[in-house]
């Protein structure tokens, strides 16, 4: 796969540079050597890929349900005639670990082959009617196109995540990819769902800036829904643009989830779970465990082994297998987590370990002594930087885990399970997992955030169900009786 011959927009089917003059460049985040520029897309551009798309829908539930699926599942094996290639695009453009890559590339696999199974799941209802002669019936029909903004963290899953379901369900797309991963969260895939055979015009790409397009994705008249993956702050301009333009936000958004070890817990598989949660993809994750609560019982305990486990990962170059922790997205990322770190230190969190910064590479740091008043706990922390709480009873774990304006994820470990499920169900949040990660994502159960998390639920019934609409048609079979 020619990772240069991703550089263009696609629109239509075609393969072409956008219209501005502008040039996005698309970077290396470790070595910071330029992979590739692409002429950036307009509000014209972005225009003609919606016009397609409503277009391409109509020639798209014209063919046979049992041939949509053959389509999107020849999507699923062309990732995996292509997945060393794929593997290393993730590498070179995300930072992202070979771990971090295989990990990514098969939740995508498994979306994929969930959404294939959509064009045969579209069932109808026939209801009964007040009136004599006359029948009911409900059609699940398409819901119409689907804007989809994609994110750089996980931007081929998490693009996947609305694309393939949207497709599965009759619906167009246009993928607006995000600036810092053009082509693993935006050319790629229209690359894969290309030599799959979707119809051209139903699935478009675009690569470009908010400079450039304003709220132009989000106001335009044709897509009905806008499916965001990102910050809760553009999260909220984003619904407030869509729902002013009569158009159902869905929304995944930030999170700032709670790991909890309680007093009974497997402290050594707790301890590997909760840097698994903290660290993977360098904790550019929106599930990624931000605060570590640990009961004072066992605290001694686990700390010490939470420090020596972290200050054994390995950080630097993502090409090398044996690499952990890669560069953060790009170096404005980076100074954030020091000055967030900075603060924390100066509210009085102790840095347990403390890793250097340098350039986009940061390295692993554990505070302790952290406060929920401090801004380490209360803000997303979207890198190599947890901070450690301890608590005395499962009512102060509870209070601690719900103090945040988020609820996306969790953890709670013991070794009661049932403990663990009656502790996590009084945690404001929308997903937790009793012995196991924060870090979870499958492709038939509902995902989704509470509070400023996000908006809706996705994966299984429950994306067939946001990508579609109920329409009801009556038939009178006689003729109703009128009053007049």
């Not at 020849?74 to 292509?82: G, L």
């Not at 965001?228 to 729902?243: C, D, L, N, W």
């Not at 924390?344 to 350039?359: M, Q, S, V, Y």
């Amino acid at each position: 796969m020619d990772i240069q011959a991703l550089n263009k927009q696609y629109i239509a089917g075609t393969w072409r540079d956008g219209k501005s003059a502008r040039k996005l460049t698309d970077i290396n985040p470790y070595n910071g050597e330029v992979i590739t520029e692409f002429q950036m897309a307009t509000p014209d551009d972005i225009d003609e890929a919606y016009q397609a798309a409503r277009k391409a829908m109509d020639e798209w539930n014209q063919i046979n349900p049992y041939k949509q699926r053959d389509i999107l599942e020849r999507a699923v094996s062309y990732i995996e005639e292509n997945e060393e290639d794929i593997t290393s695009i993730i590498i070179d453009e995300l930072g992202g670990t070979h771990l971090k890559a295989a990990f990514e590339i098969g939740l995508v696999k498994n979306m994929i082959k969930e959404a294939a199974t959509f064009p045969l799941k579209k069932e109808g209802k026939i209801l009964p009617s007040v009136e004599d002669g006359k029948e009911n019936r409900l059609y699940r029909m398409p819901a119409g196109v689907v804007g989809v903004i994609s994110p750089f963290n996980f931007p081929f899953f998490l693009s996947v995540k609305s694309i393939a379901p949207a497709i599965g369900a009759g619906n167009g797309v246009v993928l607006k990819a995000h600036e810092e991963t053009p082509i693993v969260g935006g050319t790629l895939i229209a690359k894969i769902f290309e030599e799959a055979g979707v119809p051209k015009g139903l699935f478009n790409v675009v690569a470009t800036d908010i400079r450039e397009i304003g709220d132009s994705f989000v106001e335009h008249p044709v897509p009905r829904i806008i499916s965001f993956t990102g910050s809760t702050t553009v999260g909220r301009h984003i619904a407030e643009v869509a729902v002013r333009n009569f158009k159902k936000p869905l929304l995944e958004l930030g999170g700032n989830s709670a790991f909890i070890v309680l007093d009974d817990a497997d402290i050594d598989y707790a301890v590997n779970a909760a840097a698994f949660s903290r660290f993977t993809h360098q904790g550019q994750i929106c599930m990624s465990a931000n605060r570590i609560l640990v009961h004072q019982s066992v605290y001694d305990e686990f700390i010490e082994k939470y420090k020596n486990k972290i200050a054994s990962l390995k950080t630097g170059d993502p090409r090398d297998p044996e690499t952990v922790i890669g560069p953060v997205v790009n170096e404005g990322a980076a100074n954030n987590l020091n000055d967030l770190i900075e603060k924390g230190i100066k509210e009085g969190a102790t840095p347990l370990l403390r890793g250097n910064i340098t350039g986009n590479m940061v390295e692993p740091t554990i505070l302790t002594d952290v406060t929920p008043d401090m801004a380490v706990a209360r803000e997303e922390m979207f890198g190599p930087v947890v901070s450690v709480m301890k608590f005395e009873s499962d009512e102060e774990a509870i209070q601690l885990a719900n103090d945040t304006n988020f609820g996306l994820s969790g953890a709670v470990h013991t070794s009661d399970g049932e403990r663990g499920v009656q502790l996590a169900k009084r945690v404001h949040t929308g997903m937790i997992h009793v012995n196991d990660i924060s870090i979870n994502d499958e492709p038939i159960v509902a995902f989704g955030g509470e509070k400023q998390s996000g908006l809706g639920r996705l994966n299984g019934e429950w994306s067939l169900e946001e990508f579609t609409t109920l329409k009801w048609i009556s038939i009178n079979y006689g003729q109703r009786q009128l009053p007049y």
